[in-house]
């Protein structure tokens, strides 16, 4: 039965990220009917057992989709969403928080948040992991497994100011536990259970050399088994973290119930869903000027910034910003030179990342940072950081420094990838790791991922 | 005139609807094109789908920031597309998936004959221990016993290798002899022992009697090919005891076959219908039971069912409640009311296809209904006597330590089986 828990949550781990059958949990209990064994005749698929033959994916996808006209149950009436389910496949088995495939409702809604149009609660949410499993840098050897055996939680990145998690007090850094009743698994819990049953088996060794110790397996037997039952019972009604952050920012009406762990703390909200609009780019009345790397910042920061010789920038609520636009305004504030690289992690000669125009005049800049400066955003800061241009004020980040590029389907569908990391230094050194040690930024750009 | 003005204005109307969502999103140029694709017009070609699945490939290959290994990449990608459907049996098996697939359907391979689970020690993978050992196996013969755990084969160590990969490495091709580094009982040094690989049929089907009772207990594990001649083998075994009731176990049977489904339920109930089949052309094929197949069960009979029994477990426990024959016991099934084909491909993966769904002769449609999440709603079959499972620790965890000779489960510990057993005394004669 223990066995059981771990698995279906193993299985949760492999589909959470997009899939969204239940595939390879089902398959343990899930056996065929066949009736006489009718093979079909594939133009290039046909059966003989040997595992050595690799048919090209496009024979393949051809083949599966002819295979599934002549013989699936109900008629399938669009190709499209074939193909659309092939790309999700595809993105998910990467098992990477950053890298989501998303349908068009989806797509429209997590674009907007880009562009700092809120939808659901008003707070941008996201995929994160804690602990890293297995190194990020990999050899020949694909470590997806690991990757997509683990459950990312769901965590708030951003508030939108005057919105109603932000009324109710919710914080970056704090994550979701529950949505409307729902659980979301976490690897938390299975690991907590796991250590309750390394617990219990030294208990009943210990018992089994001293029987005085005797009431306290019995009372670790007990814990471990209520612990069983409520694993089970949440593992019966749960929703996955792509799915309940869908809830959480897609919608304009209604209300959605939910659980937080806030400091350490359980926080249950009851939250209405609107519209909400982070604001834009501004500067504020003390003079910083308020940076999202949306459209029009590049142009708006140069007019804010002709004739001066210092100025302060606000980096903070910055968690999706666009990377072309980012370096764009880089290119507003710098000189010409190299900032870094940009490490692919494929064994390939990492990108430097240049700053081609720049600016002639030398800007002394002071940059707020905090939890929800992410992504390209970080990237900004340590890539300015590290050539001594900006002082960083405030902080940590939020450790994901990341480039994440959009990619949108004929049918208003989606996804994004990751196509490398930022470094300030050494190519191949895990920004994300190292970044306190290496960076001249010291706490300010420490990973903020754990507390 | 107004007629055509009230037209005009339902078009724009129309064409407001059709773009809201591009406005919204800012990107009106997109419903321009959609709109010009209603209407007939060119635009931009839209590519096909084979073409956005291989620029997708294409792409997450060369722009993705970690290596990817294209194979994996293919298969994940042919995953999602049957996943699409949203009918979670219609899946792409990848080939050692889809090998064990084929491996426990048939319940008929070559090998040594023995069940085999990872065996760790503080946490690390050791070798895999013998769980089960077929007294009419291989193995059995050249001294492989429950319990023992095999750490090398073929004088290569197994540490640290999954169950899975032991597996493909003790089977082979039959007539060979394959060598065993075994620790007897998990303890002491290993020991080599020489196994001849042979066709080998995994037992599905076990028995035993309790005799405080006069209750005979039959265990079915899944309808694969040989499931009912076991099955009318252990039964025979069971009748040379007096009895007063029959419980038989398919709680965790995940199904198989409907034929082997079928020839059981033949041993029940003479030419009855026992389910009935909705193809995809509409058409229905209903199965039917043989006549001459009838056994003479004398005494009550209970069926234990639980989440875990699907598909053809399913069936057989259904038509027997369904006919009179048995009363159900424990909790819901899974409600699996669908048929699926495997078709093999040429690199050794495979393709499980839903082709028909069921219903059953009284009970109908047992399909099981999920909400967004995939969390249960309703569906499967309602037991009779509805009994949840006690918490109870798993064997390893306990103290004093547990020495069981069988997997079977022991009255003593497992709350269902004890309701079947009262259930099935308080019909008996």
Known sequence: ?451 | MRAVGFLVSLIVLFALGFSWRDIQSGDPADAISAFHGILGGSGAAKPLPEQEFQQAFNRIQVEYYRPIEPKKLKYAGISGMMASLGDPHTMFLVPQIAREFDRDTKANYVGVGAKLSTYTRHGDIVGARAVAVFSEGPGYAAGLRRGDVIVGVNGKSVEGLSVEEDVDRIMGQEGTLVKLSILKSGEGNPVVIAVRRSHVVTPTVESTYFPQYKVGYIYIASFSEPTAEQFDRELAKVEQNPLRGLVIDVRGNPGGYLETAVEMLSRFKANKVVVGMKMRDGSIDHEYTVGNMVHDFNYPIAILINGDSASAAEIFSGALRDYKVATLVGTHSYGKASVQEVYPFKDGSSGKVTIARYFLPLSGDIGRRVDEDGSYISGGLEPDVKVEEDDVLPDDLRNPPVNRTSDLPDPADDNQLRRAIEVVLSKAR
């Open chain 1, 1 to 451: 039965m223990t066995t059981e828990v771990k698995r279906s949550l193993k299985a949760a781990g492999c589909v959470l990220l997009g899939l969204g059958a239940v595939a390879f949990g089902a398959i343990w209990r899930d056996r065929v009917e066949t009736g006489g064994s009718d093979r079909l005749l594939l133009s290039n698929l046909v059966a003989s057992n040997s595992n050595d033959v690799d048919v090209p994916e496009s024979r393949f996808f051809d083949d599966i989709m002819a295979l599934l006209h002549k013989k699936y149950v109900d008629p399938i009436d669009d190709d499209m969403k074939l193909s659309d389910g092939a790309v999700r496949g595809m993105v998910a088995s990467l098992g990477d928080p950053n890298s989501l495939y998303m349908d068009a409702d989806q797509y429209r809604v997590y674009a907007n948040a880009r562009d700092g149009k809120f939808e659901g609660i008003g707070a941008d949410l996201v995929l994160t992991r804690d602990n890293p499993k297995g190194p990020v840098v990999t050899g020949g050897d694909s470590d997806s497994e690991d990757a997509s055996a683990t459950l990312p939680k769901l965590m708030v990145a951003a508030v939108v100011p005057g919105s109603s998690a932000d009324k109710a007090g919710l914080k970056p850094g704090d994550w979701a536990e529950f949505v409307d009743d729902h659980w979301i698994p976490n690897d938390e819990a299975l690991e907590r259970f796991q250590d309750m049953e390394k617990e219990l088996v030294q208990a009943r060794n210990l018992t089994r050399k001293d029987p005085s110790a005797a009431p306290k397996f019995q009372a670790l037997a007990s814990e471990y088994l209520k612990a069983r039952r409520l694993l089970q019972d949440e593992a019966e009604k749960h929703v996955y973290p792509i799915k309940a952050r869908d809830r959480l920012m897609i919608g304009t009406a209604g209300v959605v119930r939910t659980q937080w762990e806030h400091d350490g703390h359980p926080l249950i909200l009851v939250l209405n869903k609107g519209k909400w609009d982070l604001p834009g780019f501004g500067v504020e009345p003390d003079g910083a000027i308020r940076l999202p790397f949306i459209a029009e910042s590049p142009d708006r920061l140069k007019e804010a910034l002709a004739g001066k010789s210092e100025a302060t920038i606000d980096l903070r609520n910055n968690v999706d910003g666009d990377y072309d636009t980012m370096v764009d305004c880089l290119n507003a504030v710098a000189p010409s030179g190299d900032y870094g690289y940009i490490d692919t992690h494929r064994n390939e000669k990492p990108t430097v990342l240049k700053v081609a125009e720049g600016t002639k005049e030398h800007l002394r800049l002071t940059l707020i940072v905090g939890r929800t400066t992410r992504g390209a955003a970080e990237i900004f800061a340590q890539a300015l950081a590290s050539r001594g241009i900006a002082k960083i004020v405030g902080g940590p980040t939020a450790g994901d420094p990341h480039v994440v590029r959009w990619f949108k389907l004929p049918d208003g569908a989606g996804y994004t990838l990751v196509t490398g990391t930022y470094s300030s230094t050494t190519p191949g050194v895990l920004a994300r790791r190292d970044s306190s040690k290496s960076s001249p930024l010291g706490d300010a750009l420490a990973t903020g991922g754990k507390r």
